[in-house]
């Protein structure tokens, strides 16, 4: 992943990144696993796919609408070209509105996620 322009999409639509993004695009995890005598070895988990964000609110997205989106693809364009999508995503947590920055954060978690790395 590298900073700099990104692009994000939710429900067909652009949104517009104010920044502070966070892409979580892992389907499991690996974690150690310790006995009394020392490390035993590994064990893969699942965890959910999540991507975070902070966007502008330009008047044209209803929060309602915003929270309302289940069973999206949610996609993330990066300036290196890679990309992240996110497959059956839902819209996760409460919606927050800060007023005095006109921005709202929104989270997103899906079923599955990947990476589409540039050629």
């Not at 693809?73 to 006109?102: F, K, M, P």
């Amino acid at each position: 992943m590298v900073g700099g322009v990104a692009y994000f999409w939710a429900g067909g639509r652009q949104l517009r990144v104010r920044g502070d993004f966070k892409v979580q695009p892992n389907n499991f995890q690996w974690e150690g696993v310790a006995g009394q005598d020392g490390v035993h070895g590994r064990k893969r988990g699942p965890v959910i796919p999540t991507v975070e964000a902070n966007i502008s609110d330009d008047g044209t997205l209803s929060l309602q609408d915003l929270v309302a989106m289940v069973n999206e693809t949610v996609t993330i364009e990066l300036d290196n070209g890679n990309t992240c999508i996110y497959q059956r995503a839902w819209y996760s947590g409460l919606v927050h509105l800060d007023t005095g920055e006109g921005q709202i954060g929104v989270k997103f978690e899906a079923l599955t996620a990947y990476e589409d790395l540039a050629a």
